[in-house]
């Protein structure tokens, strides 16, 4: 069954630690990208990946890094440098980054405790 | 300015009316349009895609695109209770060919 897969679908953070959110397509996509959604607005671009090794800052990076050593697989950590890391985490995959439909995994919810 | 806009809502149309979802985008080059549906605590999911003018059907679902005036809207007919959801407009920018998506429009429908 081809498709996203997020997990954990829940996590919870003190503060002070980093954590790391998996996503896992076997999609034979190119293209990853990473959003935060919080209540009330939408998704945010955290970080995109077009190809293996390669990844590219979006709107609000700072506080998170993510890496892209495999097609598969681009996880995400979430630094204590991220001052308000409480939210709905949706990582997403495309053919590539030209005019293709995005889809999405099932999200990961993180919450500071 | 925001680059996707859409009317946050809350949207209520009786079951079996018509309901309209607008959006619309700043980047007048941008060529890929995507509609998707959000029920509460779960991920997008894809309802359709457009990228020429005019309209696209699917089912009970049209999109219709107007990239002279740089609008985009979702007419779902013959509207249901399992409609009712958050409908999220993606636009694949040339800005750096990354999706930026509106804010949604909360969909009810009313039995």
């Known amino acids: 069954d081809g498709g996203i897969t997020q997990s954990p679908k829940y996590l919870f953070r003190k503060e002070g630690q980093n954590v790391t959110l998996s996503c896992e397509q076997n999609?034979?996509?190119?293209?990853m990208y990473w959003y935060r959604q919080d209540p009330g607005q939408g998704l945010r671009l955290i970080y995109y990946s077009q190809i293996v090794n390669d990844f590219q800052k979006g709107d609000i990076a700072e506080g998170y890094s993510v890496s892209r050593e495999k097609k598969e697989s681009f996880p995400l950590t979430v630094t204590s440098a991220q001052k308000n890391p409480t939210a709905f985490y949706l990582c997403?995959?495309?053919?590539?980054?030209?005019?293709?439909?995005?889809?999405f995994g099932q999200g990961t919810r993180l919450t500071v405790v | 300015q925001k680059e996707v806009e859409q009317n946050s809502g809350p949207l209520s149309v009786p079951e079996g009316a018509i309901a309209s979802l607008n959006c619309t985008y700043s980047?007048?080059?941008?060529?890929?349009f995507f509609w998707y549906r959000q029920y509460s605590g779960k991920s997008p999911e894809l309802i359709m895609s457009?990228?020429?003018?005019g309209d696209k059907e699917d089912g009970r679902f049209t999109a219709q695109l107007n990239k002279a005036s740089q609008y985009v809207s979702l007419l779902i007919r013959d509207s249901q209770p399992s409609d009712s959801a958050t409908y999220l407009c993606a636009v694949n920018m040339n800005t750096g060919n990354q999706f930026y998506f509106g804010t949604g429009t909360s969909l009810t429908v009313i039995p």
């Open positions: 457009i990228y020429s003018n």
């Open positions: 997403a995959s495309s053919t590539d980054l030209m005019n293709t439909e995005a889809f």
């Open positions: 999609l034979n996509h190119d293209a």
């Open positions: 980047d007048r080059g941008s060529q890929s």
